[in-house]
């Protein structure tokens, strides 16, 4: 028998660690207890309120002391506080949990040790592994220690975990586990490529529960390290016969990598097959895999689309990979009035990119319908998405810097930074504008200047980062380290936190110095009052110009999110707000005040992480974030499960109805309000 359970000693050498583990015996493990009364708690409770509200990131704070109470419940709790606090002087407060005698608080300290994510926490982790209990009351314990080891385990723990084949027959808990840790490790860029036949096996085996096969196709989906190129029969399999839409998406991500030359007629049969939406994205973000123009004719179907999420990427898909052959078809699309702006703001990047420069009356006449576009755009976020279609003409620069000076829209002034960014990058650009003194670094740098006398945060943050990779002769006219540090000194914190830290960032790459994110340090204090007066689940409703979308809140769970965002409900705050992010079968942003994604508020949340709300599922409301400790009024609900945001980003909601309407959303849609039922 190995630590891990019973496995076939000769698969493989247990190291020095492994056996120290080995120590532990049956007789020194903790009795199980499950009293429900030693955990229970209610958002009246003062001490829960004051671990909950904990401001302090000193040694000394009060939280530590937490971790002895002698009651459970403030044991748990504190343990769990410490996965958002994160800081790595805790593991030795968090180590003797691990055995305590309530099974929740090593749970929660295991949890914990995980989000801390450093290296001391890999030892006494696999010491509190229980092995002789891998199929009894222990088992969650054991999988949550498997899921915080892919957090901050070693290369060779992932080895021993990959060899581990015991796990599929005996336990499906601990399956889980296992195929979590192999996740967790792959965010860190570290993949055991003999761990694929399992997860192969185990997105095919329907015996297994549904969410150990969840996790596995998420595995496949998002690590691409794991080379699935002779799993075609495999995962075409599964493509086809999965019923269970949230995995089918993840499967179909892996599958269209597996270059087959079948595969793109796979993908074709499958769209027309398939009727979620959502999968139906998958399926178009897959042509993308596929050698450069193959896949154009289902992508000209999908442009039509009813949806017009899947219309975009085909777009997408045009933009990145059409060929010479292709501009008869998409040039009949840039006058197609039934054609979104979304998609045919894709189809010009396409042109420009492929048409000959030989072809002059054909480009002119593509540049011509581009600029009428411009110019008769029915919102700013259509403008902002034809003018980044000129990203790959130098040559307009001027007509860009013009349209900058009577623009208001903080949505198209990023966009027109964005697009010079990009055009002084263009390999043609030195032969168009040639001389180390030509007059365009001239007017770049006025306007440059203009946007920092402005102190627009939005344009900060993209010159910030346009400087950090800028090589050319910009940087003789244009002084970052200089304009930027003095913009950096007009920022109000913790409001403009992002841009800081953007300006931060450039600054550190100028002077060669190791860059430190600015953190914020204080948190504003959860409003219990509200808060006690309501139920531990909140009904509310989202009211938006294509319907209304019902979720609901956990306040005893994430307390700061939910008392935040009921304040600003009460404040008719998020009245006539734009949605002014919208990813395909990702997520839909809501609450930036300034319509782009970089207006906050003058205070900010702490982040709330919890072993009990996470985004395995769809329609997860999280609070969006610029980093630890920096939510404020800005929020983002889900299309499908997104597993990858765990641990970073508070979740305190949950979507009950309303995917219809989130696939109707598009970027500018407004919300008229919420409303608590």
């Known amino acids: 028998m190995s630590y891990w359970g019973v496995i076939d000693m000769k698969a493989f050498i247990i190291p020095v660690l492994f056996i120290t583990a080995m120590i532990v015996v049956e007789s020194c493990l903790p009795p199980i207890q499950e009293d429900l009364n030693k955990i229970e708690y209610s958002l009246s409770d003062p001490l829960y309120q004051k671990i909950k509200d904990f401001q302090d990131r000193r040694l000394s704070d009060s939280l530590y002391s937490y971790l002895s109470h002698p009651k459970a419940t403030y044991r748990m709790l504190a343990s769990e506080a410490f996965g958002s606090y994160q800081d790595s002087l805790a593991i030795p407060y968090l180590i003797p949990l691990l055995?305590?005698?309530?099974?929740?608080?090593?749970?929660k300290a295991a949890y914990s040790l995980g989000q801390i994510g450093h290296k001391n926490a890999e030892k006494p982790l696999i010491q509190n592994f229980i092995p002789k209990d891998s199929a009894g009351p222990y088992q969650l314990t054991n999988t949550i220690i498997l899921e915080a080891l892919g957090k901050c385990g070693t290369d060779s723990t992932l080895q021993q975990i990959c060899k581990i084949q015991n796990y599929k027959n005996a336990n499906s808990q601990l399956?889980?586990?296992?195929?979590l840790c192999f996740y967790r490790f792959g965010l860190r860029n570290k993949i055991c490529q003999s761990s694929l036949p399992l997860i192969i096996e185990v997105i095919n085996n329907k015996a297994y529960p549904e969410k150990t096969r969840l996790i596995a196709a998420h595995c496949l989906q998002r690590l691409k390290g794991l080379d699935v190129k002779n799993y075609y029969k495999e995962l075409r399999n599964a493509s086809f016969e999965e019923k269970n839409p949230l995995i089918r998406m993840a499967i179909i991500s892996a599958f269209s990598r597996t270059n087959h030359p079948e595969l793109i007629n796979d993908l074709e049969e499958l769209y027309t097959r398939i009727q979620d939406s959502r999968?139906?994205?998958?399926?178009?973000?897959?042509?993308?895999?596929?050698?450069?123009?193959?896949g154009a004719t289902f992508a000209l179907k999908a442009i039509h689309n009813p949806s017009i999420q899947i219309s975009e990427l085909a777009?997408?898909?045009?933009?990145?990979?059409a060929t010479e052959v292709h501009e008869k078809d998409l040039l009949k699309l840039i006058y197609d009035e039934n054609l979104n702006w979304l998609a045919k703001s894709h189809i010009y990047k396409a042109l420009i990119r492929i048409t000959p420069a030989y072809k002059t009356l054909t480009r002119d006449a593509v540049y011509a319908q581009l600029i009428k576009d411009i110019q008769n755009a029915s919102n700013e976020y259509s403008k902002a998405?034809?003018?980044?279609?000129?990203?790959?003409?130098?040559?307009y620069l001027q007509y860009i810097l013009q349209l900058a000076e009577k623009e208001k829209s903080h949505v198209v002034i990023n966009n027109i930074t964005t697009t010079l960014q990009k055009m002084h990058q263009h390999p043609s650009f030195p032969f168009l504008y040639p001389g180390p003194k030509n007059y365009v670094y001239y007017s770049t740098t006025a306007?440059?200047?203009?946007?920092?006398?402005?102190?627009?945060?939005?344009?900060?943050?993209?010159?910030a980062e346009w400087f950090r990779n800028e090589k050319g002769p910009l940087v003789k006219f244009f002084k970052p380290d200089s304009s930027l540090k003095y913009a950096q000194s007009l920022l109000s914190l913790p409001r403009d936190i992002e841009t800081y830290n953007e300006i931060e960032n450039t600054i550190s790459q100028i002077k060669k110095v190791k860059f430190q994110p600015k953190v914020i340090e204080y948190n504003t204090p959860i409003s219990w009052t509200q808060l006690v007066q309501l139920k531990d689940t909140i009904a509310a409703e989202i009211n938006t110009e294509k319907g209304k979308i019902e979720i609901e809140l956990y306040s005893k769970i994430a307390p700061a999110s939910v008392a935040n965002f009921l304040k600003l409900i009460q404040q008719n705050y998020f009245?006539?707000?734009?949605?002014?992010?919208?990813?395909?079968?990702?997520?839909?942003?809501?609450?930036?005040?300034?319509?782009?994604g970089y207006g906050s508020l003058d205070y900010s949340l702490r982040t709330e992480v919890s072993t009990e709300l996470n985004y395995m599922q769809e329609g997860v409301i999280g609070m969006a974030n610029a980093g630890p400790?920096?939510?404020?009024?800005?929020?983002?609900?889900?299309?499908?499960?997104?597993?990858?945001?765990?641990?970073?980003?508070?979740?305190f909601g949950k979507m009950n109805k309303g995917m219809d309407i989130m696939n109707q959303i598009i970027q500018g849609d407004k919300i008229t309000g919420i409303s608590i039922k």
């Open 385 to 395: 998405a034809y003018i980044s279609a000129l990203e790959n003409s130098p040559r």
């Open 315 to 321: 777009g997408e898909f045009f933009a990145k990979n």
């Open 175 to 179: 399956l889980e586990g296992q195929i």
């Open 629 to 651: 400790d920096t939510e404020c009024n800005q929020f983002f609900i889900t299309y499908s499960p997104t597993p990858h945001l765990d641990g970073k980003y508070s979740v």
């Open 447 to 463: 306007f440059l200047s203009n946007q920092i006398k402005k102190h627009d945060v939005g344009s900060l943050a993209i010159i």
């Open 99 to 107: 055995k305590d005698n309530i099974e929740v608080v090593r749970q």
């Open 279 to 294: 999968v139906q994205c998958n399926l178009i973000k897959g042509l993308q895999n596929l050698p450069r123009g193959t």
């Open 575 to 596: 009245n006539n707000k734009i949605i002014h992010r919208v990813v395909p079968n990702f997520v839909i942003q809501i609450g930036c005040p300034r319509g782009d």
